[in-house]
């Protein structure tokens, strides 16, 4: 309930915001968060942006895009592959409306398992699951300058944002 309840409020702020100041009229963004207690995390998310998580030798995504693309995926229009790394209306965002459908999902961690919170800045980006694996493979502190510059390299046209956590023993 946090999770969701936060990104709700955040919504809020930024309608607010537009509303009130003709400067940001029409403003919204997407939103993925993860709220980690001890070993569990729970993610909220909508939008493009994603969680993966990196678990030894496996990398999943966690959450799902609200765009275009992959609601026609969804209702078997498209196959996932042709719709990866290509831009898509975004189905969901934060800033407009009183309420926004979020996602939210609880995992629970082991030590070891690193998560990436990320744009389509980067995602975009990502042409295969093992140059992923390889970013969740670096030291937690240089990951998130190389995921940049990996995107960079590739064109990077879009914000490039890259967070990652990594589950340590304790």
Same mark, same amino acid.
């Given at each position: 309930m946090l999770v969701h309840d936060a990104i709700q409020g955040a919504s809020l702020a930024i309608r607010d915001l537009a509303q009130s100041d003709l400067r940001y009229e029409g403003m919204c963004t997407t939103a993925t968060v993860a709220l980690i207690v001890h070993d569990f995390a729970v993610m909220g998310q909508v939008g493009d942006s994603r969680v993966y998580l990196g678990r030894g030798a496996d990398v999943r995504q966690l959450t799902e895009d609200h765009t275009l693309h992959n609601l026609q995926v969804q209702r078997g229009l498209l196959k996932p592959h042709p719709a990866r790394g290509r831009k898509s209306p975004i189905t969901r965002v934060l800033g407009r409306g009183d309420a926004v459908e979020v996602d939210v999902g609880a995992l629970p961690l082991m030590a070891g398992d690193r998560l990436l919170l990320c744009s389509d800045g980067l995602h975009e980006y990502l042409a295969n699951d093992d140059e992923l694996q390889g970013l969740l493979r670096l030291d937690v502190?240089? $990951? $998130?300058?190389?995921?940049? #510059?990996?995107?960079? $390299? #590739?064109?990077?046209?879009?914000?490039?944002?890259?967070l990652f956590v990594e589950l340590v023993a304790g």
């Open positions: 502190h240089e $990951a $998130a300058p190389a995921a940049i #510059r990996h995107a960079n $390299a #590739r064109g990077g046209k879009d914000n490039i944002t890259a």
